[in-house]
């Protein structure tokens, strides 16, 4: 090949050259369309590129779907699983729950997730309650009356009523003085006259005490 370039100094400028020609005869990059080294650029794509894209398309496409499909279907079946068993766990007689309501369950599941969380929250209050009341001891009021009060058999503890401490007792007597001597003797003992009631037509005595702790 000839540059026009004298023979002795072709010598100095031989690196220069294999770098021109490296870059003049330089090989065409990968023509991903084919898939081959391409001998020179290309225009158009051609018809045996577009086959070559639409083939390739199709299979990425065919792998999505059936990704897709695979993943519906892994998800259906752990959904009909968790569904059996949550329906299993709704049929537990503590949770009080009908056949109507559990047959709602799929329609409208959010009504019986309130349901249950409705119920959950009285439960604990009313596990509160009890432990609170293991505390009280509602018959020790009833009892230290007795220790005050003279044993009568012609007045009679009728009813006694212990609520949110809060004790209620009703005397019933024969005998009208016996009846107004335990009236007096309660009120002795320092109960308030708004918490004690004597009713004399019926022989009655009306006592309420609060019993909680100030």
Known sequence: MKYGIEKD????????FLMIDAQANKPALPNFLVGIFSSEPEDRVSMYNIAFLATRSF???LVVLLT??????TFKKEEKRIDKKLISML????????ATQRRAYKRNPGAILKLIQKRNKQTEADIKELKSL?????VGP?????????INPDVDLIKYIYEDGMAKAL???RDAKLVRKLYTNLKALGVDESNIKLNPKKNEINLRFNTKDD
């Open 9 to 16: 100094n072709k010598i100095t400028y031989s690196l220069p």
């Open 59 to 61: 299979i990425l496409l």
């Open 68 to 73: 897709f499909f695979l993943e519906q279907f």
């Open 91 to 98: 049929k537990t007689p503590a949770l009080n729950i009908n």
């Open 134 to 138: 293991t505390t009280i001891d509602p």
């Open 142 to 150: 009833l009892a230290e009356i007795s220790q005050v009060v003279d």
């Open 171 to 173: 005397f019933k007597g």
